[in-house]
């Protein structure tokens, strides 16, 4: 391994010049851990194609010598999913060299960009031709499109406009035995058989590597209504959503936030304060948007509000009277995770059930949760209209130094089987990567996890793509 | 073979009744040939199961003992897709018993329908709940989920909704190994590997047999705009649609027609007389809709019209000013290839190519096809606004007996070639099946055709689904 390791190292820079393969250490180590520190791994270099063809060329001559890759963008996986094997076996393969917005056509509404473009950046560029790329997250500095096709990646704006999935009008991909697939011409209907494309994402660079994306884009949002309301459980919340979406489609962003998330948030992090002046069980900010100029969203989720306060399904509410004020309430929102970290130690559980038993399943799993892990406290926020919360299990204040490594994976265990007992997902948007790999094998249906190694199997027989992480 | 399909059929019967596995050939006869007798194969039996677990008993049954099975559902392929192969070595597994709406709630906007469900079913179901299921075409009299979901079907209201992709939120599949694949919760978010859902969209049933599927419904629509306008060419019919869509999100319709199209429906079908009173070389056919009864699109699309004739876009238009009038605009539509049956032999070719290209496409392939085929008309007709257009070849009126036996190979190369040449799909809304299996081997890219075998083979070892379809 390692004589054929360095014989790509060598074959690579010959061929594609220094910067395409780095072996200097202080380049490698920022790209050996993830990013929260949970994993660490070894590798004795970073490949670091600048073209398709470069990629594709690398790939191959990895497949001949055997030589594992491990695809990394921004190296913002929540599951470990960019962080090579601790023994060294395999490469890093970096695509942020490929940073390039191939083209962008605001009458067609696509972009297509390469595999290493940062999410922020896109957001900008087709702000600059007056269209929007409507998924967003909290990693959007970071974060890059390959990754984002790669773990099907979901965020904030996925009730009005989908995850990657419905985001992609196609891919272009090196397969693992190195030839490339291009679906980027971005046909709106093509049946010529099972999609690569679609098998692309969420594959979490197992089945070949993302090179670039055709990705389509919204109208900008000339306006928008950002609001908060105080609820008295997840039940009226989802019912406070059913509301508005009867009698209005924009609503595009509705994210549910405990109580005690808030209380977190007002404690920890400077600046914060609860946007409603009496106290409330639970939360939900709201944002619904206008892609025309003429059409003013606030007084709109003004009236909606109004009413859902006369129907009982809120208890109070504000929208906030300008962009500084709505800002203010994503901020809340985006700083729910670091109050969490800053209030001790925590397991983070990214799930899904059914949108309609959400409500019930919540109230029960934090019941079930705390009882059977005495001084935790269960706590969730996230995206209830896609039916996918962050449920996160605190260790409570008395918890003593190794909680995390003590409690974590029993824990885990219990809300991945009160998860897959509801019919739901034990990764709603975060991926398996190497994190979730032996629950996934514990949990799927045997005829599933069979069906997705004789896929990885048929598709990279030598097992060079990713290794360790999904079913690799 | 013989004796393994024998063995089959008795089992079949011995375990779920006669009524599971027909053998009396007048009930086998009318499955035996594709609705449009291009096709005809043969078999011994219909296999019927009327459950999921009858259809993975009689799977798993199949594969031990080899016999190939042929999914059924209304026999509306334009591909030859449900045709048993000629040499009787398969067996037909038909899926109309199991037509059971399984749930609809209008709240979560979905419906979980089994695989033999009729389209105008569903549609009527989902009515009387005040909810729509956007997607039709014209064989929804019989054509079922199972086939939609199996060729990724497309229709005329793609624009807005998508393709059968977009509309799928989960499927139950038997895989060829007998197991149950359960998708029907209809998580929106579920990240836990390669998705098998979107694998066996499209896969025309040589991945394994879809029973049933979750649906997304939309609203019911309140009110519709239906209308006509004459363009000169396609590139403007495009800008047309463009500049409505800068305008209002409401257009879910926009069908293009060609001039002599029209014409050959007013002379052959009784009843139909043009929308317009001048002669134009193309028309549009435009549905606008609204899902509240508050708002009517009638005034919306008049002005968009309106404004279109002056900025030189259009030559001549007409907003039906009834419902009677709605349906007999779109009566021409639908009536066009019977026209073009009464009008002589033709070739039809169901192609893609990226949208922004297809005005400049259809003016040069006409040529090139006429060029090259002296005598024959090239038209077309179809969903615009998609890149999808029905290019079809008539064969002229000198034409002899055996036209298309004769000619029809060719011009299917000659078109195919074009559209690769353009970025196109051989294929975009009607898949591969029997008809196109030798186009797609001659003209997919050796990389993309090798990771489908793969696939197949991965997946489908022993070879029994839908033998001779697609790359199986």
Not at 58 to 68: C, E, F, I, K, S
Not at 183 to 212: C, H, P
Not at 223 to 247: F, I, Q, T
Not at 367 to 396: K, M
Request: proline content about 5%.
């Amino acid at each position: 391994m390692t004589d054929a390791a360095d014989r790509l190292i060598r074959d690579v820079q010959e061929r594609f010049g220094p910067k395409a393969a780095l072996t200097d250490r202080a380049a490698l180590e920022p790209w050996l851990t993830d990013w929260r520190g949970r994993f660490r791994g070894e590798a004795r270099a970073i490949l670091s194609p600048a073209s398709t063809e470069e990629v594709a060329a690398m790939v191959h001559l990895a497949g001949r010598l055997g030589v594992p890759l491990v695809p990394q963008g921004g190296n913002t996986s929540m599951v470990g999913g960019a962080t090579p094997p601790a023994d060294g076996s395999a490469l890093l393969f970096s695509l942020r060299r490929m940073n390039r917005l191939r083209a962008i056509d605001a009458d067609a509404n696509l972009a297509v960009a390469e595999a290493g473009v940062i999410l922020a950046d896109l957001h900008d560029r087709a702000a600059a031709v007056g269209r929007r790329f409507p998924l967003t997250l909290g990693a959007r500095g970071s974060c890059t499109i390959g990754g984002l096709v790669s773990t099907n990646a979901g965020g904030t704006q996925v009730l009005r406009f989908g995850t990657m999935r419905a985001l992609v009008a196609g891919l272009e991909v090196v397969l693992p035995d190195g030839a490339v697939h291009n679906g980027l011409s971005g046909l709106k209907k093509d049946n010529r058989g099972y999609s690569i494309d679609q098998l692309l994402i969420g594959a979490e660079g197992t089945l070949g590597i993302v090179t670039a994306a055709a990705l389509r884009l919204v109208p900008a949002v000339q306006r928008r209504a950002v609001a908060w309301a105080g609820v008295a459980d997840p039940g009226a919340a989802l019912k406070l959503l059913r509301h508005m979406e009867e009698r209005t489609d924009r609503v595009e962003g509705f994210e549910l936030i405990s109580g005690d998330g808030l209380a977190l948030a007002v404690d920890h992090i400077p600046g914060i304060r609860s946007p409603l002046n009496g106290r409330h069980a639970w939360h939900v900010l709201i944002e619904a948007t206008s892609a025309t100029a003429d059409f003013d969203p606030v007084p709109m989720v003004q009236d909606l509000l109004g009413d859902a306060i006369e129907a009982g399904l809120v208890e109070d509410a504000t929208v906030a009277a300008s962009e500084a004020q709505a800002a203010a309430l994503w901020r809340i929102r985006d700083s729910l995770s670091e109050a969490e970290r800053a209030e001790g130690p925590s397991t983070a559980h990214d799930i899904s059930v059914p949108v309609a038993d959400m409500p019930r399943f919540l109230i029960e799993a934090k019941a079930a949760v705390e009882a059977a892990f005495p001084g935790t406290v269960a706590s969730a926020f996230g995206h209830l209209g896609d039916g996918n919360l962050h449920f996160h299990v605190r260790a409570g204040r008395q918890a003593r130094e190794g909680w995390t490594a003590r409690e974590g994976p029993g824990i885990e265990r219990f809300v991945d089987d009160l998860v897959t007992q509801a019919g739901g997902s034990i990764s709603a948007e975060h991926g398996i990567g190497q994190m979730k790999r032996a629950e996934l094998a514990r949990l799927a249906p045997p005829g599933d996890l069979a069906a997705l190694c004789a896929i990885k199997a048929a598709l990279d027989p030598r097992g060079i793509m990713n290794p360790g992480k999904l079913v690799g």
